[in-house]
């Protein structure tokens, strides 16, 4: 059974620029969240995805921006990179039943971006 | 808004001793659920143990077990019977039983397994 999974694992990036995280969800889940996790730190919801919409968004701003496919798979988008952009990107996968989301969330490994 | 806090940054254990890690947290919301990750070195982050908010009787996963004070909004973690390969950063979350489920994270204890 195929876990959740992320690519690139390592990324660098200068400021200005822009990059585009991936995320596959663990068999049979649908919906994927996005956590950003700076270093000696939680990590940080950044918004979900389910039925190809986002669903809630934590507080972050509007260049951060995703997508989900038909086949549950996300991007993550982050715009005009700052320095602060630096951290692990973590994704996580579940699955909803009707409205009632399930109550356990797997993690991918993470993409480590580093913006200079 | 909801907050998770844990109050220990470092912890450390002998091999084969039982450790407990903290967490309290904020909500005014009555049925949650709460999780104890594990984030090794390698970074994956793993869960570790889950409780629902409405069940009384704490979670037990083998060598892990939680004591859960729903008045006191605390969820320590203890680990009995400690090995070398608990060693890692530990987090708390909270999560909310409503249908987009945004979990909130604790900033993470960091064990280290003496031997």
């Known amino acids: 059974d195929a876990g959740v999974t992320q690519s690139p694992t390592h990324l660098i990036k200068t400021r200005g620029q822009q990059v585009t995280l991936r995320c596959s969800p663990k068999?049979?889940?649908?919906?994927v969240s996005w956590y950003q996790q700076a270093l000696g730190q939680g990590p940080q919801f950044i918004f979900q995805?389910?039925?190809?919409?986002?669903?809630q968004r934590g507080n972050f701003p509007d260049r951060f921006s995703g997508h989900q496919f038909p086949n549950y798979s996300s991007e993550l988008n982050v715009n005009a990179l700052l320095l602060g952009d630096s951290a692990l990107y973590l994704c996580?996968?579940?699955?909803?039943?009707?409205?009632?989301?399930?109550?356990?969330?797997?993690f991918g490994p993470g993409t480590r971006l580093t913006v200079l | 808004a909801q907050t998770v806090t844990q109050s220990q940054p470092e912890m450390s254990v002998q091999e084969a001793e039982t450790v407990t890690l903290s967490c309290t947290y904020d909500?005014?919301?009555?049925?949650?659920?709460l999780f104890w990750y594990k984030q090794p070195p390698s970074r994956q982050m793993i869960l570790v143990i889950r409780?629902?908010?409405?069940?009384?009787q704490n979670a037990t996963e083998n060598r892990f077990s939680v004591n859960f004070q729903k008045a006191a909004k605390s969820f320590s973690l203890k680990i009995s019977d400690s090995q070398l390969g608990d060693a890692a950063m530990y987090f708390c979350?909270?999560?909310?039983?409503?249908?987009?489920?945004?979990?909130?994270f604790g900033d993470g204890t960091t064990l280290t397994v003496k031997p």
């Open positions: 996580a996968s579940s699955w909803t039943s009707g409205n009632l989301l399930t109550d356990t969330q797997y």
């Open positions: 068999s049979g889940h649908d919906t």
């Open positions: 995805y389910y039925e190809e919409e986002e669903r």
């Open positions: 909500t005014s919301e009555s049925d949650y659920y």
């Open positions: 409780q629902e908010a409405y069940k009384q």
């Open positions: 979350a909270y999560r909310p039983r409503d249908n987009a489920g945004k979990s909130t």
